[in-house]
């Protein structure tokens, strides 16, 4: 059987964790696979429990983390090589930048037969100043010649990495959309709809509108409460804005409001709603998602934004910055709308059709499911990476091992 050792730069909500975790549970019986990831950002929501449920337990590197400091980068550097001396992996596939420079660079020292990297996003735009993002792009331009392959989540992307930013050949790059496990967001739907809009105090002809994400600069929450401010005065139907997450940002989302003159509450802290509010992470995001009518991304870079997948498996029509991958993700005019890059009144027009068309809420969101049950289950992506593997397994003349 085949060894894959997967590792990942840390366990935070998001795309990343979903894909290493279902290909660590998934690929089983025929691959055997040990996953490695490093520790979680302050402010951030730790998604372990994902691998709880799924009895994944992985091993800890806790000198793996985000900032780039030379002493411990070096101390996860060598722990990962002591790893592959150990569990001998045939495939060693990387998640996400930290971990992708130091297991492709530990890797190719060991000589593994197959390095694999998969960009779940990049840093190449919106991220940092000019100087700092060119030398991030050169290292991975590095990075990518000790890789056999470059694994990109969307067909948009594959052309950023290899045309706009030249990470590496067309040729090396193979596209394996990410897959999740979607039937909860269908599960006991109408339960689930009455227990969110009870909590969280939703009359039954409030549209509720949901972000849900990191309150990170890279999100761009002002926009989204910048929308929400014109909104309100261009509308008369009811509604309600639900920021769920949590992250550097709250203080500053929060002063955002007051200089917006947006009442809003913390309802993770027991204040009663207005018109915006603030819930912190909610784990069960299936629950909120069913008590949602409407969600919002806003962001000036994505790959393959698990809110928005998740929010058309719930049947929720979407509205998002038109960014990164999210083309690949949202049918614009039928699953939802997309608008430019940080620009409010786009944003706003499309909330207002929505708000004031729930035909079209109910089109759109029963489009939105089939989409998303179509292309993005986790089972295809369990298919497609079992057969990158062994493809590239075979290319190395790999004889399975007994």
């Given amino acids: 059987m085949p060894k894959v050792l997967r590792i990942i730069n840390r366990l935070n909500?998001?795309?990343?964790?979903?894909?290493?975790?279902?290909?660590?549970?998934?690929?089983?019986?025929?691959?055997?696979?040990?996953?490695?990831?490093?520790?979680?950002?302050?402010?951030?929501?730790?998604?372990?429990?994902?691998?709880?449920?799924?009895?994944?337990?992985?091993?800890?590197?806790?000198?793996?983390?985000?900032?780039?400091?030379?002493?411990?980068?070096?101390?996860?550097?060598?722990?990962?090589?002591q790893i592959i001396k150990d569990f001998q992996p045939d495939i060693v596939h990387t998640h996400a930048a930290k971990a992708g420079a130091l297991g492709r660079l530990a890797a190719h020292a060991a000589k593994v037969p197959v390095i694999l990297h998969t960009f779940h996003g990049h840093v190449f735009h919106s991220y940092f100043n000019p100087l700092v993002t060119h030398a991030f792009i050169h290292i991975e331009r590095f990075l990518a010649k000790k890789s056999t392959k470059i694994v990109a989540i969307s067909n948009l992307q594959k052309k950023e990495l290899a045309h706009d930013f030249k990470i590496c050949h067309e040729n090396q790059i193979a596209v394996v959309p990410n897959g999740f496990d979607l039937?909860?967001?269908?599960?006991?739907?109408?339960?689930?709809?009455?227990?969110?809009?009870?909590?969280?105090?939703?009359?039954k002809d409030t549209v509720a509108i949901g972000i849900i994400g990191r309150l990170a600069p890279i999100k761009n929450h002002k926009l989204f409460l910048q929308a929400i401010a014109k909104l309100q005065q261009l509308t008369a139907v009811p509604f309600k804005a639900y920021v769920i997450g949590d992250g550097e940002l709250r203080l500053t989302l929060e002063e955002?409001?007051?200089?917006?003159?947006?009442?809003?509450?913390?309802?993770?802290?027991?204040?009663?709603?207005?018109?915006?509010?603030?819930?912190?992470?909610?784990?069960?995001?299936?629950?909120?998602?069913?008590?949602?009518?409407?969600?919002?991304?806003?962001?000036?870079?994505?790959?393959?934004?698990?809110?928005?997948?998740?929010?058309?498996?719930?049947?929720?029509?979407?509205?998002?910055?038109?960014?990164?991958?999210?083309?690949?993700?949202?049918?614009?005019?039928?699953?939802?709308?997309?608008?430019?890059?940080?620009?409010?009144?786009?944003?706003?027009?499309?909330?207002?059709?929505?708000?004031?068309?729930?035909?079209?809420?109910?089109?759109?969101?029963?489009?939105?499911?089939?989409?998303?049950?179509?292309?993005?289950?986790?089972?295809?992506?369990?298919?497609?990476?079992?057969?990158?593997?062994?493809?590239?397994?075979?290319?190395?003349?790999?004889?399975?091992?007994?």
């Fill in 13 to 81: 909500i998001g795309g990343p964790t979903f894909n290493a975790a279902y290909l660590t549970k998934f690929l089983a019986p025929e691959f055997e696979t040990l996953l490695v990831s490093g520790t979680i950002d302050d402010g951030e929501a730790s998604s372990e429990y994902i691998l709880q449920e799924l009895g994944i337990q992985p091993i800890y590197i806790p000198e793996m983390q985000r900032p780039i400091r030379p002493w411990k980068d070096r101390k996860a550097y060598l722990k990962i090589q």
């Fill in 183 to 203: 039937d909860r967001f269908q599960q006991n739907y109408e339960q689930k709809r009455k227990f969110f809009r009870e909590k969280y105090q939703i009359p």
């Fill in 256 to 402: 955002k409001c007051n200089q917006l003159q947006l009442p809003f509450a913390r309802m993770d802290k027991g204040e009663p709603t207005q018109l915006v509010n603030f819930t912190s992470w909610i784990k069960e995001i299936d629950v909120a998602n069913a008590g949602l009518d409407i969600v919002v991304l806003t962001s000036l870079n994505e790959g393959t934004p698990v809110s928005l997948v998740e929010a058309q498996a719930a049947a929720n029509p979407v509205v998002s910055t038109n960014v990164g991958g999210v083309a690949d993700v949202v049918l614009h005019e039928k699953t939802g709308f997309l608008t430019p890059s940080n620009e409010v009144e786009p944003l706003v027009n499309a909330l207002k059709i929505l708000i004031e068309n729930p035909q079209l809420r109910e089109s759109m969101g029963q489009q939105g499911k089939k989409f998303a049950f179509e292309n993005f289950g986790y089972q295809r992506l369990i298919k497609d990476m079992a057969n990158l593997y062994k493809e590239l397994l075979n290319q190395k003349k790999f004889k399975t091992k007994p």
